[in-house]
């Protein structure tokens, strides 16, 4: 299982990036996707999910400024942040969440990429 992510890098403040992910080795469209974040000094949190069906649901602290997509036919989940602040700097994660696994809090991780919202 590989989920790749891209994208990121140093952004201005009020700025846009998008964080793609490509997944290989696993049935995408069984699984939710997720990106997760983790900033210095804290701990890793949810950011943004996307079930099978395509529900998305949000941190609230990111609602409104930033949009997760899922592609099944390219295996790919996306997240487009815009508006971005200087507390959005952090590793982003994407991860994927399998259907009919008995234990629910299994998930296939992704290497991190880094945004740094800064002037």
């Known amino acids: 299982v590989q989920l790749q992510a891209s994208g990121g890098g140093l952004v201005q403040p009020g700025g846009s990036t998008r964080l793609s992910c490509a997944a290989s080795g696993i049935i995408f469209s069984l699984n939710d996707m997720e990106w997760y974040r983790q900033a210095p000094g804290k701990q890793r949190e949810l950011v943004a999910s996307i079930t099978r069906a395509g529900t998305a649901v949000y941190a609230y602290s990111v609602k409104g400024r930033f949009t997760i997509s899922r592609d099944n036919a390219k295996n790919m989940v996306d997240l487009q942040m815009n508006n971005l602040k200087p507390e959005d700097t952090a590793v982003y994660f994407c991860?994927?969440?399998?259907?009919?696994?008995?234990?629910?809090?299994?998930?296939?991780w992704g290497q991190g990429t880094l945004v740094t919202v800064s002037s």
């Open positions: 991860a994927a969440k399998p259907a009919f696994v008995a234990n629910a809090e299994f998930r296939y």
